[in-house]
């Protein structure tokens, strides 16, 4: 699959904001924010689906968003009141979805398959 290309993460104290962004040259049915840090799996963080629903982690609820912008091949995830337990490795991911396969069956895939490269967010106390 042609690999998602994200935006350069950041640092910044508690309380700030940052925006991550991801660029999905590809049809996919869902896409999504994971994390990960040192020693722990690789966690879902919020959730975009093609109808436009969005899920979030408990943890970020109220406090990230997810978007897409459909016409730049674009997804967004913006943090706002970041903590130290938000700082991670993110990923963008996506469940491609190729033309004969319809949206419920890309639903029902269990793993995304396109992935970006990670970029660190930091968060200083």
């Known amino acids: 699959q042609v690999p998602l290309v994200e935006s350069v993460g950041g640092s910044v104290h508690v309380g700030g904001s940052l925006r991550l962004s991801c660029t999905t040259p590809i049809r996919s049915c869902s896409r999504a924010w994971f994390r990960q840090t040192p020693g722990k799996e690789r966690a879902s963080v919020a959730t975009?689906?093609?109808?436009?629903?969005?899920t979030y982690v408990d943890s970020v609820k109220g406090r990230f968003t997810i978007s897409q912008d459909n016409a730049k091949n674009t997804l967004y995830l913006q943090m706002n009141s970041l903590q130290p337990s938000d700082a991670a490795v993110y990923y963008c991911?996506?469940?491609?979805?190729?033309?004969?396969?319809?949206?419920?069956?890309?639903?029902?895939?269990?793993?995304?398959?396109?992935w970006g490269q990670g970029t660190q967010v930091t968060v200083f106390s």
């Open positions: 991911a996506a469940k491609a979805q190729p033309a004969l396969l319809s949206t419920a069956a890309c639903y029902r895939r269990k793993n995304y398959d396109t």
């Open positions: 975009i689906y093609d109808d436009g629903i969005t």
